[in-house]
């Protein structure tokens, strides 16, 4: 039985500048873009996004439901299901070879072997048919080309490495006999069994008990430290984020909309929509007050707003904001990267009035 | 695992007020047949209990209770021993338990003989089709269900949806009217061909047939399934329809559960991704519910046998019907209960040691 | 969309209600001036909504209702008496009170061998009684089924463990068996004995899926919130466990028609149904049987087609209904 090659089609538009020239950079998202064809229309559920990631660095990649975030994490390793879905374009270069040209027997080999990823569900993630060994081993096998035993024993290893007790015993238990801290731990040994160059994490906490993501976090971030992975982490929670990864990208209605170090975009953010998330963070000495939101709703995939994606729901715009959709600029001085027109050089006057706000909402944030 | 043994029970008195729906009752029958002598009308009531009231009746036709002896001793065989234990330990001899149906009110000979002339070629032609059944439900619908929208796709559910509304009697009346009498490629009915030997106790199982057999192997081979292939077609098309289509429905449903997501993320390669993790779980409900279906095989036996003139058991229970022979009828039904549920019982077994998740006890 | 938009000029125009987005563009370029409201469907319109642009339920209801036309008016407007037999020498049909014949000696399907009697209005007067055995006795059971397992899943104890040994067994048996001795011993060919019986063996599956639906809902964490509210039970029964539990009587109760009439024909086919006299497409193919030797194909092949056609009309519609009605489904 063949199963039909994946191949994502090429925009006319679209030429390839090739490899990326620095060999620090492990991975080099351009331009994707990963639509979804469904009966009243097409979602543009990542609608060009641009990111890199060097060896060993840590990227978070936040965001409200239904941004785009997992899409674009699911696009990475051509997880997508094509009938309904399909890789519009762009190109991600990992390794000298864009991921996205490959089939399936190719990317195959890249899947857990070079990109690992975990993802947020730890109850249904697991087969609940076969022992926590053999899925564990079955990556194992499958890239590392050992036999049965010895792939066993480095599953018992590596659930070790995440800190579960007694893993010899564990090996052969399955998945409804454990909780759902220890499955996450299953899940994050299957990824690191292989030794991957790049890990991607798709809101790993998000399920879990307060108490038991703060370890879970710990531990993904120690292993990354450990191996000299690269991470990418996706969640919707700030605290999150600004515990675990030295960048952020904060995305919106498909597209990344603010990036850079995260102290300057926590701290420093400068598009109105991190400003937004940044106050509406409950916080004990805004006691009293009413809780701040971001007014509005996040906009229909079928009627996105023609200018700006965030124009209908920011404070700040006025009626450039509508007719023209802004880059991603770089304010002058900083690392960070912005799409809004706010940081574009004529703007002055109005971004002192975002500026003064910022103070305002940090002050808010860190009390 | 128990809880079969009540509903067995349950099954047996159901079936018992069968007996008591007969206008007349089974003496009626009995009476008006004019070669039963006075005596043995006599014989028959007294061992069926047809004098006394109704729960001794029942428990004397399951066996539990010996005709020969009355009041609360009655539960005690000639020997001593509860009535309900096997015969060659010193229980009874009588009624279901042991094996006893009762006569035919036809033929006057024992039920439990017919039966069980018969129970083989009904094994021929329900295993045959049990096997086809199974092998081709699961094909087409992993692959309706692998090839999701594809032509292979669409034309297996257009077959399912049609096939899945046809009588199965019609079935097989189309069959005969396309295949035998337009095309000639296969016999009309029965299980052989009588023109191989014309001696008239050469039936199925008796010993001029097996002497036959190992003469004329191939040729009886041959002939066989040139008069299984309509009656097998006929008996498992409607159910391979029903079948497949919930065997796509599951394994699209398995394919899109988060662990085959995991599997693939792994570097897994698709075809082991579709046997190994997907297949295993979307086949535990298709199990359940081919033990489920077990039934349906039996009320097409009736339908296949009748228009094909298959000498197996549920034509035997078609006849009985027309004949009023209730001990015939309900030995019949006695098995089928039996063996349904015995087969739900193994299905259940086969899914606990299937699933991990479900633990015994 | 779950919600129709209306979209007009306010209070004094007309509204407009539009189904798509893309409709809704239009509209708007059109008119402006039009303010948008939108306005929420209740589960049932929203389940119609859905079941109207179902592709198969589309096709299934017009070939069910074509039945239905055809089994009800249909005896009505045929010029032949499906109990006539023809007078050997007139050389036509005796006309029992019907319309003037159109087409004296014309027969749109044959004739049936030996008796002579027309098969286009055997057909015909069978769906009729097909049709009507199949929705009476699906309904008696699906009432039957609801009572006994509403009052076992409400209930439960020793009241719900019997009922569902009993259902257990009833379960295991091969059914049709069971109603061909019936219906043999006691139906004396009657119609209404007939529908009797498979409404009496048929309640079962209902009983058992009415059960789980209560008791699924007896534990859930909604029912909870709404009695934590102030909710009454007898409104919580009313308002949220029947439209949950509609749902799937339906689904069920609409195949069970089909499977109700295919057994019928079965069990009239093997000669212990309805008496031949009241002709459904059952006992007709009984009577085809025979004349099969004698080259006469279409006997058998009309009333077994008019069967799949209506089986297949229903399992359409219940397919639609039964994606229609799953309260997971996305427009």
């Not at chain 1, 609608?47 to 994490?73: H, I, M, N, P």
């Not at chain 3, 119609?191 to 009496?200: K, R």
């Amino acid at each position: 039985m063949k199963i039909k090659e994946m191949v994502p089609k090429l925009d006319a538009a679209d030429r390839s500048v090739g490899p990326p020239t620095d060999p620090d950079v492990l991975i080099d998202v351009r331009g994707l873009r990963t639509y979804f064809h469904v009966m009243d229309g097409t979602v543009k559920a990542v609608d060009g996004v641009d990111f890199s990631l060097k060896r060993g660095q840590t990227l978070g990649l936040v965001g409200e439901s239904g941004c785009g975030k997992s899409v674009t994490a699911l696009s990475i390793l051509q997880l997508i299901d094509i009938p309904p879905g399909e890789i519009a374009g762009g190109e991600i270069w990992f390794d000298g070879r864009d991921l996205l040209k490959m089939t399936t027997d190719q990317i195959r080999h890249v899947r857990g072997a070079d990109i690992a990823m975990i993802f947020q569900e730890p109850m249904t993630s697991l087969n609940p048919v076969f022992t926590i060994g053999d899925q564990i081993s079955e990556a194992i096998i499958l890239h590392q080309h050992v036999n049965k035993k010895e792939a066993m024993s480095r599953a018992i290893e590596a659930l070790a490495a995440v800190g579960i007790p007694d893993p010899a015993r564990r090996v052969k238990q399955y998945p409804h006999e454990m909780s759902g801290g220890i499955r996450q731990r299953v899940m994050i040994a299957m990824a690191i069994s292989c030794n991957p160059k790049l890990l991607i994490a798709d809101e790993p906490t998000t399920a879990l008990d307060v108490t038991i993501q703060a370890q879970i976090l710990e531990l993904i971030k120690e292993l990354q430290v450990r191996t000299g992975a690269a991470l990418l982490l996706i969640t919707h929670d700030l605290a999150v984020v600004a515990e675990t990864v030295q960048n952020v990208a904060v995305m919106y209605a498909g597209r990344i909309v603010e990036t850079g170090p995260v102290e300057d975009v926590l701290l420093s953010p400068k598009h109105p929509y991190t400003q937004g998330l940044l106050n509406s963070i409950p916080a004990l000495h805004k006691r009293g007050r009413e809780l701040d939101v971001i007014r509005g709703v996040v906009p229909n995939p079928f009627r996105m707003p023609p200018g700006c994606k965030f124009e209908p729901r920011c404070p700040y715009a006025w009626e450039h904001c509508r007719e023209a959709e802004p880059d991603l600029l770089v304010p002058p001085g900083t690392h960070d990267k912005s799409r809004c027109f706010l940081q574009a050089p004529e703007n002055a006057t109005r971004r002192q009035v975002f500026d003064r706000a910022t103070v305002a909402t940090v002050r808010g944030v860190i009390g | 695992m128990l809880g079969a043994i009540p509903t067995l029970f349950i099954c047996s008195l159901l079936i018992y007020a069968i007996l008591l729906a007969a206008p007349g009752g089974p003496s009626a029958r009995f009476a008006q047949n004019p070669k039963v002598t006075p005596e043995a009308r006599q014989a028959f009531i007294h061992r069926w209990g047809l004098d006394q009231p109704f729960y001794v009746q029942y428990c004397r036709w399951l066996g539990a209770c010996n005709p020969n002896r009355d009041g609360a001793a009655t539960f005690l065989s000639d020997d001593g021993w509860p009535n309900l234990l096997p015969g060659f330990i010193g229980g009874g001899d009588n009624g279901v338990l042991h094996l006893d149906f009762g006569d035919s009110v036809t033929t006057g000979s024992p039920v439990s003989d017919a039966i069980g002339q018969r129970i083989p070629r009904t094994a021929i032609l329900a295993g045959s089709a049990l096997v086809i059944w199974l092998i081709l439900a699961l094909v087409t619908g992993m692959v309706a269900a692998v090839k999701r929208y594809s032509k292979i796709d669409t034309a297996i559910t257009v077959f399912n949806y049609i096939g899945y509304s046809f009588p199965t009697f019609w079935l097989g009346l189309l069959l005969i009217i396309i295949f035998v009498m337009q095309l000639g490629w296969f016999p009309a009915g029965g299980m052989w061909d009588v023109r191989l030997d014309d001696k008239p106790s050469f039936y199925f199982g008796s010993a001029e047939y097996w002497s036959f057999f190992q003469q004329h192997p191939l040729a009886i081979l041959k002939d066989l399934g040139s008069h299984l292939v309509l009656p097998v077609i006929t008996l498992v098309a409607v159910s391979v329809a029903g079948d497949s289509r919930f065997v796509r429905a599951s394994m699209i449903d398995a394919l899109r559960e988060d662990y085959v997501r995991t599997a693939r993320a792994k570097g897994v390669p698709e075809r082991r991704v579709i046997y190994r993790h997907a297949l295993r779980n979307a086949m535990l409900p298709v199990v359940t519910n081919m033990g489920l279906e077990l039934p349906f095989l039996f009320t097409g036996a009736i339908a296949t046998e009748t228009i094909f003139s298959w000498p197996g058991m549920g034509r035997y229970f078609y006849e009985a019907v027309g004949a009023y022979d209730y001990p015939v009828l309900m030995g019949i039904l006695v098995i089928t209960a039996v063996f349904v549920i015995g087969a739900n019982l193994l299905a259940d077994i086969i899914y606990a040691i299937v699933d991990p998740r479900i633990s015994y006890g | 969309m779950d919600e129709l938009t209306r979209a007009g000029r306010s209070a004094s125009q007309d509204a407009v209600i539009v189904e798509s987005p893309a409709a809704l563009e239009e509209l708007l370029t059109e008119h402006p001036d039009y303010d948008v409201q939108l306005e929420s469907l209740n589960q049932w319109q929203l389940a119609w909504r859905r079941f109207r642009k179902h592709r198969m339920a589309i096709i299934g209801s017009v070939l069910f209702v074509t039945m239905l036309l055809l089994g009800t008016i249909g005896p009505l407007i045929l010029p032949y008496d499906p109990n006539s037999v023809p007078d050997p020498g007139a050389g036509n049909y005796v006309n029992a009170g019907r319309p003037p014949m159109l087409f004296p000696s014309f027969h749109l399907f044959g004739e049936t061998v030996g008796l002579q009697r027309d098969v286009f209005t055997l057909v015909i007067n069978g769906i009729r009684l097909s049709l009507l055995i199949g929705v009476l006795a699906t309904t008696i059971a699906t009432l039957v089924g609801t009572l006994v397992g509403g009052v076992a899943g409400y209930f439960g104890g020793f009241l719900d463990t019997f009922l569902m040994r009993v259902v257990d067994a009833m379960l295991s048996l091969p059914l049709l068996f069971l109603i061909l001795v019936f219906s043999r011993f006691l139906g004396a060919g009657s119609w209404v004995t007939v529908m009797m019986i498979f409404a009496l063996f048929g309640w079962m599956g209902i009983a058992r899926l009415v059960r789980s639906v209560i008791l699924s809902m007896r534990e859930a964490d909604w029912v909870d919130a709404a009695r934590a509210v102030g909710v009454s039970d007898v409104r919580i029964i009313y308002r949220h466990l029947m439209p949950n539990a509609l749902s799937p009587i339906i689904v069920s109760a609409s195949l069970s028609v089909a499977g109700v009439i295919i057994s019928e024909a079965f069990v009239s086919f093997l000669g212990y149904g309805i008496d031949p006299a009241t002709p459904t497409l059952g006992n007709v193919l009984s009577g085809a049987q025979d004349a099969l030797q004698q080259g006469n194909w279409w006997w058998a092949f009309f009333p077994g087609a008019a069967i799949v056609v209506i089986v297949m009309g229903i399992n359409f519609m219940g397919d639609g209904l039964q994606d229609a009605l799953d309260p997971r489904a996305k427009i």
